[in-house]
Each structure stands twice: as C-alpha cells, then as structure tokens.
C-alpha cells in the first residue's frame, strides 16, 4: 500500500511539472530604487491585499529555504508583529507545480497566523524576481510607495534586526 501511494504522488508531482515555460526573458524588473511600487496580491487565505499605504518594508522570500526562514520566524512572533513594524510579508511560491501549490503548500500556509501575501503566477512573480539574489531573503524599504533600498538578508536574527530597525 505504501508503495502505490508514494507512486502515486510521484505521478501526480510529474504530472503538475510542465516543460513548456513561458519566455520571460524580457521582463522588466518591478525591484528598483527609485521605482514605485504597487502590490496587489491575494494572501494565504485567497483574500485580495494591496500595499498598505503605512507599509515601509516588504519581505520577499522567493526560495523554499528562505520563506521557512521567514515563516518560522514570524511564526514566533504575535499575529501583529509585521503590522506593528510597518511590514508586509511576499512568498514566492509560482515555481512549484500547482497541484504541489493546492495540496500541501497553501494549506500549510493557513496555518500561520502571520498574513503571507502570495506570488503564485510565473509571470506575476518574475518582474519581482528579475535581478534579485533569489537565494536570499529581499528586503525592500519603501516611503510612500518608492523603492528606496534593496538588500538581502541570511538568517532570522538580520531579519528581526531589519524589521525592527527605526
């Protein structure tokens, strides 16, 4: 029995992967200083969020790694600890197979109590991704909306010292 379900999940992880990827070569990058930003992104929970107009930092985790980091950090934290420091949180998670996405992914993510703004669309997600050390946590500090610094962070210890910076 263990052996037919496990390739059963086999199959169905093949079967989510597609081979046919779209050229996104030529995307503009959306993670620039100087640049305005807008987010409009649907949240773990499918429900529409935007940039709060009182947001000065996002997060971006565009890794497996790097969202674990975060989550488990903020997963420490009390549910307002991101809007108490005028921070929003971004997972990237379009790169897994959807059926990866709304299986195991998204499920795990209602459990956070945390709110994880979602880039689950490739071609959503990629001008976000264009020239950012995906690797890596992304912190972008933000004023009214403009982008006015970029950097990356390795562990939860810079990412508390970074949210909480004054």
Do not use: W
């Not at 997963?75 to 997972?91: C, E």
């Not at 703004?117 to 009214?144: C, F, G, H, Q």
């Not at 970029?150 to 010292?161: A, P, R, V």
């Amino acid at each position: 029995m263990t052996k037919i379900l496990l390739a059963l999940v086999m199959a169905l992880t093949f079967i989510g992967c597609s081979s046919k990827g779209e050229d996104l070569s030529n995307i503009t990058p959306k993670l620039i200083v100087g640049n305005t930003l807008t987010l409009k992104l649907n949240d773990q929970f499918e429900k529409s969020q935007t940039l709060n107009a009182n947001t000065n930092k996002i997060i971006f985790a565009f890794a497996k790694d790097s969202a674990h980091i975060c989550n488990d950090f903020f997963d420490t934290k009390k549910p307002t600890y991101l809007a108490d420091n005028n921070t929003q949180f971004v997972a990237d998670v379009s790169a897994a197979p959807s059926l990866i996405r709304s299986m195991f992914i998204l499920p795990g993510l209602k459990d956070f109590k945390h709110t994880v703004l979602l880039l689950d669309d490739k071609a959503i997600a990629a001008p976000y991704r264009k020239d950012m050390d995906t690797e890596k946590i992304v912190l972008v500090s933000i004023s009214n909306g403009k982008v006015l610094s970029i950097t990356t962070l390795n562990s939860q210890k810079e990412l508390q010292e970074a949210i909480e910076a004054k």
